[in-house]
């Protein structure tokens, strides 16, 4: 579904990814894991368009997409929600999930996808009229994730879904997201937190310093002694 | 009759209607350009800068080009 082919993108001068390669497959829920600064953000906005890679290729569902547009590339069917939600917190929940469907046309669509939202997260739907940003951080990132699938994705990008949340609300989000995928959404999600992201993924990839070091099924980064020391803690 | 887009890959569902459009006054100027380059040439060149001083000698060497680089949207090599 997705082929990343040895990109490389800069800030400025400076190189933040080198040579990364990474495939996914439909249907499967992806983790990159690695620790701060390693450039896991950097490859997702990549990815979407937001900061393009200078060599290399992205193809999803066969389409060059490196050079695309972001506006585009959701059109296309992939969609992100950025590290820190950056929801609307003046627009109210109502039209925070409209936002996310700002560039289809299929109204009546829109409405049934509104619907299964309301269901997929109940506490969205009794704060409907309520402002963004007065929500707690758990239902803000569950906002965010709803007006992603607003847009019908058929692969979904999370950029840190359990950052900042509490135990409880954490693993309330990654019961959601692997809902998520069992309704046909493929997922790539990048986490710090990588025992969480690995439990719920079928695979994994390491990244070291804008490289990518490692990669297997989840079960066996989940086991292996570098991954354990360096990012399980153990 | 669904209008046409200017991309022929996008879900049906969606429509880019750029007919609205306004540039936004607070981004700044895009001042550069990705380009992918062949396996043959980027054996040979293997850095930007590289690539620009190869490409600046070609505006030199070429009177067309070189005042058609106030416009830069177009491709005048291949117009």
């Keep these: 579904m997705l082929t990343i082919e040895s990109i490389n993108t800069y800030y400025g001068n400076i190189r933040a990814l080198k040579n990364i390669s990474i495939d996914i497959a439909q249907g499967e829920i992806v983790a990159l894991i690695g620790a701060n600064g390693a450039g896991k953000t950097t490859t ?77 997260f109940p506490i969205l739907a009794q704060r409907r009229k309520q402002a963004g940003g007065t929500l707690s951080g758990g239902e803000q990132q569950m906002l965010a994730i709803s007006r992603a699938l607003m847009g019908r994705p058929k692969l979904l990008l999370l950029d840190e879904p359990s950052l900042g949340l509490a135990p409880l609300i954490i693993r309330q989000i990654f019961e959601i997201i692997e809902q998520i995928n069992r309704s046909g959404t493929t997922i790539f999600l990048i986490e710090q937190n990588a025992n969480l992201a690995l439990k719920s993924s079928h695979r994994g990839y390491v990244m070291e310093n804008g490289e990518i070091t490692l990669t297997d099924t989840a079960d066996k980064l989940l086991s292996n002694e570098d991954v354990k020391k360096a990012y399980l803690g153990i | 009759m669904k209008k046409k887009t200017p991309f022929d890959d996008i879900r049906t569902e969606y429509e880019l209607d750029y007919s609205k459009a306004r540039k936004n006054r607070f981004a700044s100027e895009q001042q550069t350009v990705s380009i992918i380059l062949d396996p043959d040439i980027a054996s040979v060149f293997k850095a930007s800068e590289s690539v620009n001083k190869a490409l600046r000698a070609l505006l030199e060497a070429v009177p067309h080009t070189k005042h058609c680089a106030e416009d830069p949207k177009k491709d005048h090599l291949h117009p």
């Design chain 1, 44 to 120: 997702l906005k990549s990815i979407s368009g937001i900061t393009p890679p200078r060599t290399g290729r992205i193809r999803f569902m066969g389409k060059e997409i490196q050079n695309a547009a972001p506006e585009k590339i959701v059109a296309m069917g992939l969609c992100h929600v950025p590290e820190g939600r950056h929801i609307f917190p003046q627009l109210s929940v109502m039209e925070n999930l409209e936002m996310g469907a700002f560039l289809r046309r299929d109204k009546a669509e829109i409405k049934k996808d509104l619907d299964y939202i309301m269901s997929l």
